[in-house]
């Protein structure tokens, strides 16, 4: 049974720092880009960030550049978010996502259920 489960979301003034956890499991993590996902309240999906299978690549979208790191650790199919810096626009649910791209150009995706991420004084 593929599942990725999020952690590590919560309540956090300005300028405070959370980690976020996603574990994977039913599927082959290793061959797999990771994604974080965020949705604020009454928005879309907005995608964070990525790193690739074996983590030398990372990317972001600029209004997280230098505040967040992605980062992964294969041998315990698990993708860390680290949020510094935060600011109330970073408030939304986070989503782990898992992306792969078959020899045919299928694409193969799961997600999680999300962490809720609130910054606020």
């Known amino acids: 049974q593929v599942q990725l489960v999020e952690s590590g979301g919560g309540l956090v003034q300005p300028g405070g720092s959370l980690r976020l956890s996603c574990v994977a499991s039913g599927f082959t993590f290793s061959n797999y880009w990771m994604h974080w996902v965020r949705q604020a309240p009454g928005k879309g999906l907005e995608w964070v960030s990525q790193?690739?299978?074996?983590?030398?690549?990372?990317n972001y979208r600029d209004a997280v550049k230098d505040r967040f790191t992605l980062s992964r650790d294969n041998a315990k199919n698990t993708v860390y978010l680290q949020m510094n810096s935060l600011k109330p626009e970073d408030t939304a649910v986070y989503y782990c996502?898992?992306?792969?791209?078959?020899?045919?150009?299928?694409?193969?995706?799961?997600w999680g259920r999300g962490t809720q991420v609130t910054v606020s004084s």
């Open positions: 996502n898992a992306h792969y791209t078959t020899n045919r150009g299928s694409v193969v995706e799961h």
């Open positions: 790193i690739s299978p074996g983590g030398d690549r990372t």
